[in-house]
């Protein structure tokens, strides 16, 4: 089965750029989505289709990547952008694969 | 504007089936080629895709639930719905109705439910 590693948490102080990775072998392959949870409530998508942002989402989010690792940034960090993020691709052998999540937190 | 509605049973006893429904608004569930799905989250923990129907009526699961689940589609209502049997502790989870919004491309999940939280307990 696939599998997508993400760190547990990633810390960052307001106005400062967040990064947070998705690794899986040749990831780079596949187009990865990005999905923001907080507390209490259900996912929303941030970036799709590796780098695409949905009406409504910020243009401080974007996403790349390649090789063996994907990546979300977040530019300008503001405190109400501390959440879980996941990542999620889909895989012809696994179906729909979720990361295990990474809490962001805005120090 | 889509929305999707959760409604079901939220205390299931153990061996029992678990019974959620998704009524979909501001779209025909039947139109645009979209699929539905169903996610959960146990307490604490991350998501897990449970299974989707494609809007052939293909249905593919997740290979560790495929023996239990059943995801199926009311057109007529508008809604689609899961069935989970022989439900077990390890099944409490919130519940999540998706639609996915790249119709079968990437498999992107662009409109949520609200979730469920589904407890199984004696």
């Known amino acids: 089965s696939y599998v997508l590693t993400q760190p547990p948490s990633v810390s960052v102080a307001p106005g400062q750029t967040a990064r947070i990775t998705c690794g899986g072998k040749?990831?780079?392959?596949?187009?990865v989505h990005w999905y923001q949870q907080k507390p209490g409530q259900a996912p929303v998508v941030v970036v799709y289709d590796d780098s695409d942002r949905p009406s409504g989402i910020p243009e401080r989010f974007s996403g790349s990547n390649s090789g063996n690792t994907a990546t979300l940034a977040i530019n300008r960090v503001e405190a109400g952008d501390e959440a879980d993020y996941y990542c999620?691709?889909?895989?012809?052998?696994?179906?729909?694969?979720f990361g295990g999540g990474t809490k962001l937190t805005v120090l | 504007q889509l929305q999707l509605q959760q409604s079901g049973s939220r205390l299931v006893k153990p061996s029992q089936t678990l019974s959620l429904t998704c009524a979909v608004s501001?779209?025909?569930?039947?139109?645009?080629?979209?699929?539905w799905s169903w996610f959960r989250q146990p307490p604490g923990k991350g998501l897990e895709w449970v299974g989707y129907?494609?809007?052939?009526?293909?249905?593919y699961y997740n290979p560790s639930l495929k023996s239990r689940v059943t995801v199926s589609v009311d057109t007529s209502k508008n809604l689609f719905s899961l069935n989970m049997t022989s439900v077990t502790a390890a099944d409490t989870a919130v519940y999540y109705c998706?639609?996915?919004?790249?119709?079968?491309?990437?498999?992107?999940?662009?409109?949520w439910g609200q979730g469920t939280l589904v407890t199984v307990s004696s």
């Open positions: 998706a639609r996915d919004g790249s119709r079968g491309g990437t498999y992107f999940f662009d409109y």
């Open positions: 129907m494609y809007h052939g009526g293909s249905t």
């Open positions: 040749n990831i780079g392959s596949k187009s």
């Open positions: 501001g779209d025909s569930i039947s139109s645009g080629g979209y699929s």
């Open positions: 999620q691709v889909w895989d012809s052998t696994s179906d729909v694969v």
